[in-house]
């Protein structure tokens, strides 16, 4: 499964989170340690919903807008 994930700086340093797992986030000096942190992060929070609750499915679209 794939989730989009929206990474933004943040002071010195990026965090991110996942638009379809409230809750799910992560930070770092930079994108690509953002981007490793919630790919470990996405397993453990589905994990901690419990098994009576659905996992999510990803319904975010990410793209990008020219101008």
């Known amino acids: 499964m794939r989730y989009a994930v929206v990474i933004e700086k943040a002071g010195k340093g990026y965090s991110g989170y996942v ?3 409230p809750g799910c986030v992560a930070a770092g000096a930079s994108v690509e340690a ?4 919630l790919a470990e992060a ?3 929070h589905l994990d901690g919903m419990g098994k009576d609750e659905a996992v999510p499915v ?10």
């Not at 953002?34 to 942190?37: D, G």
């Open 34 to 37: 953002v981007k490793a942190r």
């Open 42 to 44: 996405i397993p453990f």
């Open 19 to 21: 638009p379809d797992l």
């Open 58 to 67: 990803p319904e975010s679209v990410v793209g990008w807008v020219e101008i």
